[in-house]
């Protein structure tokens, strides 16, 4: 049979459990009745509601979205469907994708453009030699000679055809500016400065005179237009305002006029 010390002591600590016991529900009551525990439990609750209230807007949004790009999809392809009928019955012909289709459906080579014509505008000169530095030397000059007057004569200071164009355009004529003459043979770049007027005019021989660098030809050609008097008019109207002056000089207008009385 247990001692009354024993029966004290367990007696105690029921006690004691029991007021424990009491003071932690007590403790846990009066804190969720706290105002911090309300407040704190209110702004869970609110964060909660629109985080929820957000997610539901987003999803109502990306399904709007949705049903509107395949509405507009669904609008896009009936358009295309209409048109394409409307071509087929009308036995026209469309393009798609470079092709030509026809209104039973066949297709055609390319259609002619840039990529299937010639190619880009530089391809016809992927297989040109690079420009030495002697040719780039004759561009410049030639570039520099033309920019010396409206008109130039290319000639060489032997040649008779060469002495009579500059015997018509520089005595029989008062030009201004006056015609800038290069004699070929005395001048160091004059055999390429020739192959380049041949490829530029398609005329190597000389006299060949240029005016605002389109050859109006050589000696023969100029006296027929001087002999028929449209020399200045030819001259003039290639040569615009350039020409600041174009006549005939009167020493050859009196001989011309008492040529034609006698």
Request: aromatic content about 4%.
């Amino acid at each position: 049979m247990p001692s009354q010390r024993r029966m004290r002591v367990f007696g105690l600590l029921i006690v004691l459990v029991v007021v424990i016991t009491l003071y932690m529900t007590t403790a846990q009551q009066q804190t969720r009745n706290s105002a911090f525990y309300l407040k704190t439990q209110e702004a869970l609750s609110q964060k909660q509601y629109q985080e929820a209230t957000r997610q539901r807007d987003s999803d109502d949004v990306s399904s709007r979205l949705k049903a509107a790009e395949d509405a507009a999809k669904d609008a896009a392809e009936k358009k295309n469907q209409k048109f394409f009928e409307s071509v087929e019955g009308s036995g026209a012909q469309i393009a798609v994708g470079g092709r030509k289709i026809l209104k039973d459906g066949d297709q055609t080579g390319p259609v002619q453009g840039v990529a299937t014509v010639g190619g880009r505008p530089r391809d016809k000169f992927a297989n040109k030699e690079p420009e030495s530095e002697e040719d780039h030397e004759v561009e410049v000059e030639l570039n520099a000679i033309l920019k010396r007057s409206p008109i130039i004569i290319f000639s060489k200071s032997y040649c008779p055809h060469s002495k009579k164009a500059k015997h018509i355009l520089l005595e029989k004529y008062n030009l201004v500016p006056e015609p800038y003459v290069v004699e070929l043979d005395e001048h160091p770049l004059g055999p390429k400065l020739q192959d380049t007027l041949k490829e530029r005019t398609g005329r190597r021989t000389v006299p060949n005179i240029l005016v605002l660098g389109k050859s109006i030809g050589g000696g023969d050609q100029i006296e027929e237009l001087d002999t028929t008097d449209k020399l200045l008019d030819t001259l003039k109207g290639m040569a615009g305002s350039r020409l600041v002056q174009a006549e005939r000089r009167k020493v050859q207008t009196e001989m011309r006029r008492r040529r034609r009385a006698a």
